[in-house]
């Protein structure tokens, strides 16, 4: 069997020591406490003993502790056994199981029902409850195999029996007995996946550096063939938490076999920085003698050649182990104590964090309203930091730029904005010189979105899809068509309908790549406030409820009303008859007109330089201009059809109010359906999930949504008692508890 020994006051040849340093005791007390507290959650100072079973591990341990085990095959430790001396005015052995942490809820309510009180241990009772014990946990033996469901029972178990062994003269001590390495299946009773179990068990004690490791071998082999000093190397690299133990000095009879042994321990052949010691087991023969009887034993076995060669190193005899072992402990404690108290302070903050992300107990209405009425108030709080651009406000915002929100629509804007001006015409004007360059922009590219299932019904992937405009007629072709499909008797003029009709397939463009931009902002602000809800809702249930019971019914219903909206501007900007009260038409019309004069004006005179002087005559500066005669701007004229004057009239209408209605309309949808709609309106999705709607739940959706359900109430007994725990844990480790 494997033993690991924690700190804890030794008993017998100790005593004297204890009452010469009370302090040393205090500390072990106080790390005694600690471990009834939260001994399964913080690693505490500990000394782990480890070997083959056949290594005299048991005699090492009897000795250390006076507690004896039983010899009985079947009853060898199949599971952590948890021993506690403590001085207690009534001697009583009381026996229970503390449960694996990670055991199904029912299996550790089953086990902890198990408790056994003996007032005097006798090999038979104490076989007796180890029987009884092997059974609570389910252990399978020569009698019982498989469970009532015809399950095959496991050899061995992750709970822990705990034994508490109280007297008045019992001194403070806790020893942890595991289950010891084997190497080879027993048909029957082991199996190979038993080798890795209790394996991975004792490596587990063994790594955690506040563990001292104390290695058990027989002296009649050689400690450096040892596979224990291998995994004791694994767990401790550096080998200076590591202490090795020689037992049954007595069966190394070859003259080399002894000589290894007694240099190892007297530190020749050591590379150990805690040395070796020896001691000498009770035999099978012993099994009557009382520990006193052995332990004279063992003095007189080492006084005798070549032993006696070990007599002053202070390393022969279980008296000085148990020396050595008290001293090591101590000072282990004293060592890791300021780091304990950082680890348990540490644990609590974060206990009390999760218990205060549950809220407040959910037992009746009242208190159900309070919490969901909590949590919209945090999740408002992130929306409104969000769209003010405060992001110091909240980790997440340092943590997930994603969630940036307004920064996210103002990009979506800009593109948007840009998207329009660049490729949201049909054809280019006459007067746009860089149209190529412009074509290359698509609104696929520019608004991507993030994938939620549940906006696939709001989003109509006919609404983004582009109009083929390849291999089209230029745009003044295309309006002389117009114009002459169209013409009347008209002089010089044409009918205003054409106009917006002009406009109407100027502007097709418009409604995918402003339906691009809605899906974008509607994806935006939805991965926003599915990520904010999982923010400040840590429960799983509650969420599900929530968000599945109301949220998303109702954020479809506003993400439906942006879109709606959107398409309802669009129909108003295109499909109406074109009005403007803008002074920048009339200017923008006036400058292509212009423009078109200039140019004629350039093409009929002739280009010349003027000089201006100063008051000296002086020539200070000299500008090229063109230069007409009174003649040439008599003549000034055209020289145009009737048709073709209209047709660039039309252009000139049709550009002017192309680019009022565009500008227009971007600011429309940009202020109506996402600012409004989208983000600060009444009905905005951001506010979906507030205080009102809180105060609007009935009793029912009340009771669906915040209830605890029974899992939910063990966690926060649990995180409650834990937290209770470790308070107490932390006043001892304070000298007040």
Known sequence: MTKIINMGSMAGSTALHEQQNPGNLAILAKVDKLRELIGTKVALPQLVVVGDQSSGKSSVLEGLTGFGFPRDAELCTRYATQITCRREVEESIDVSIIPHIDAAPYEQERVKKFHRTLREMTPESLAQ???????????????????????????FSEHILKIEKLGPDEKHFTVIDVPGIFRKETEGVTTEADIDLVRNMVKSYMKDTRT??????PSNVDPATQEILKLARQADPSMTRTMAVLTKPD??????MQQIAIDHVIGTRSDLLLGYYIVKNRGPDDAEKTLEQGQADERKFFSNTPWSALRNTGKAGIDALKARVRELLVDLIKKEFPKLKADVVKELSALRSQLDKMGQSRSNQHA???????????????????????????????????????????????????????IGHTRPFASDSDSDDKGSVSPHTEFECIDYLELEEIFDPADTIMPDVSGQDQIMEYIEGVYRDSRGQDLGTFSGALVSTMFKEQSKKWKPITMCYMNQV?????????????EVCPDERVRDELWNGYLLEELQKSYRRAMDHAKFLLEIEREGVPMTLNHYFNDN????????????????????????????????????????????????????????????????????????????????????????????????????????????????????????????????EKLGRDIKNFEDALRVLKGSG
């Open 522 to 534: 509607v994806s935006a602000v939805h991965h926003f406030i599915v990520q904010a809800i999982n």
């Open 368 to 422: 159900q309203r309070a919490y969901l009425n909590k949590m919209s108030e945090a999740f408002q709080t992130l929306a409104r930091d969000s769209l003010n651009a405060y992001y110091t406000s909240s980790r997440l915002f340092e943590e997930r730029h994603d969630l940036r929100l307004i920064t996210r629509v103002v990009e979506a804007n800009d593109k948007y904005s840009n998207a329009m001006w660049l």
């Open 129 to 155: 409850v180890f029987k009884e014990a092997n059974e609570a946990m389910g252990i399978r033996n020569s009698a019982r195999s498989t469970s009532s469901d015809g399950a095959t029972l496991p050899a």
């Open 589 to 716: 019309l006036q400058k292509a007109q212009s423009s078109r004069l200039v140019a004629a004006m350039e093409k009929l005179g002739m280009e010349n330089h003027v000089e201006t002087k100063n008051e000296h005559g002086d020539v200070v500066n000299k500008e090229a201009g063109v230069f007409l005669s009174r003649a040439q701007l008599n003549n000034l004229s055209f020289n145009m059809a009737n048709s073709d004057h209209v047709r660039e009239y039309m252009h000139d209408i049709l550009e002017a109010y192309y680019k009022v209605s565009r500008k227009r309309f971007v600011d429309v949808v940009c202020q109506q359906a996402v600012n409004h709609y989208l983000l600060a309106g009444e009905g905005s999705p951001l506010k979906t999930f507030s205080t009102q709607m809180v105060l609007n739940l009935n009793e029912d959706q009340l009771d669906m949504i915040a209830a605890e359900d029974a899992p939910v109430k063990l966690r926060r």
């Open 251 to 256: 069966l190394a009879i070859e003259r080399t």
């Open 212 to 217: 001292i490791i104390l290695a058990i071998m």
